[in-house]
């Protein structure tokens, strides 16, 4: 979806991309001051919604945060 700007449920191409933050409540804590931020895209047509990383580099620090945890 974030790279075919094409919805996987229904095929549209009315994406709409809702961009991460605090201030979006679009993110992941990883610490009391720190935190990754997650975009979001959303279908226009049947309101499908994926959670993409902002920076791919932040995967090394969910690793670190939560890859032992669960
Ligand atoms: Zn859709």
Request: with cysteine; proline share 4%.
């Amino acid at each position: 979806m974030k790279r075919t700007k094409k919805c996987p449920k229904c095929k549209s191409s009315d994406i709409i991309e809702i961009p991460g933050g605090r201030k979006m409540y679009s993110f992941i804590p990883t610490g009391a001051f720190s935190a990754i931020n997650v975009i979001k895209l959303v279908c226009g047509n049947c309101g499908h919604i994926e959670d993409w990383l902002e920076d791919v580099k932040d995967i090394q620090k969910i690793k670190d945060k939560f890859g032992d945890s669960f």
